[in-house]
């Protein structure tokens, strides 16, 4: 005999609510306190009720569902993200957040102007609730796409446009000016940066921090070798540094991956890491722990920062909150074995 499904009424007996309450929290009516709707999440998760979408979308007319796009450029962009953990990171904390409200992520990419037009018809025409966008093109149209459909969105890093939309943004600078500090406290004098496109803010902030990190103590602005945060353009990087400056003693990398591809070609040429190279890369990512060394590097919490993304974008959808806002996060340094 099968077991029958867990009803309203039994997370109503085990939260020790009424079962009025639990359809508040369950279709997101506002003005249920916090204390209750912990207690009314937590039976839901002992009992493994799920609501009846098909019911809640005529009571909330909301689908329970929001879109995580990721957009960029270029046929082969699905294929970067999947090589990039910090994306992985992104979908954890996002997942994370949203499974505690039984609301869904629908993963969406937008690699060109038709992808973009795709996207913003399927999330405007009522496909989500909400859009989570996460860019890595400067200028990427698709925020003011999805505004102008009306669609309640929120960004993970600040749009370069003024657009008024909530974010998530790491302290750039800060996280450049750590990665100087430590490699100038170890003795570096000779060092070098292995950089991200200057067309992205982050990019740019993060360079900024360090070259004024060393400025402050008397150096040169270092010189820069241009990377796209893969591990190929990270190995191709390094050689060309080590070639126009063959006394690098300290590497400071804009991502992990490219930092990794620095510490295979400092291997390959027979420089030890940390003794005659010392290298820094950014992010905290799980590359920095499986590299030979493991990395020294500027932690991006990530996950925190996508679950508050989420949150916002929640936020907007009850209509609890709904002027756009910014939340900036502050990095770490986390020292391993690379400097």
Do not use: W
Request: glycine share 8%; hydrophobic share 45%; aromatic share 4%.
């Amino acid at each position: 005999m099968s077991r029958q499904a867990p009803t309203l009424e039994d997370v109503a007996r085990v939260a020790g609510v009424s079962r009025a309450t639990v359809s508040r929290v369950v279709n997101g009516v506002r003005n249920v306190d916090p204390s209750i709707q912990d207690l009314v999440r937590s039976a839901i998760e002992r009992t493994g009720y799920t609501p009846n979408r098909a019911a809640r979308a005529l009571v909330t007319r909301r689908t329970g569902a929001v879109a995580l796009i990721v957009s960029g450029a270029g046929d082969a962009f699905a294929g970067r993200v999947f090589a990039d953990p910090f994306f992985g990171r992104v979908v954890t904390g996002v997942v994370g957040y949203l499974r505690a409200r039984a609301t869904q992520p629908v993963l969406l990419f937008a690699e060109s102007e038709a992808a973009r037009k795709q996207v913003v018809s399927y999330v405007g025409q009522g496909g989500t609730d909400g859009a989570l966008v996460v860019s890595v093109h400067p200028d990427d149209p698709l925020p003011d796409m999805l505004l102008a459909a009306r669609v309640p969105t929120v960004l993970f890093a600040r749009p370069t446009r003024t657009t008024p939309v909530g974010c998530v943004d790491l302290d750039h600078y800060a996280g450049g000016h750590l990665a100087g500090e430590h490699l100038l406290s170890r003795g570096c004098r000779r060092v070098a940066v292995i950089g991200a496109p200057p067309d992205l803010r982050a990019g740019r902030e993060r360079l900024a921090g360090f070259r004024d990190a060393l400025a402050r103590a008397g150096h040169d602005s270092p010189p820069v070798a241009e990377g796209v945060f893969t591990l190929d353009s990270g190995t191709a990087a390094m050689t060309a540094l080590l070639r126009e400056h063959p006394d690098v003693d300290g590497v400071f990398a804009a991502n992990d991956l490219m930092a990794q591809g620095a510490c295979q070609v400092l291997r390959e040429l027979g420089r030890r890491i940390p003794e005659d190279v010392a290298v820094v890369g950014f992010d905290d990512s799980t590359i920095a722990v499986t590299c030979r060394p493991p990395l020294t590097t500027v932690r991006q919490p990530v996950e925190e920062m996508a679950a508050a993304m989420a949150r916002m974008l929640d936020e907007q959808i009850r209509g609890t909150r709904s002027e756009p806002r910014t939340l900036v996060f502050e990095p770490e340094l986390v020292v391993r074995d690379s400097a």
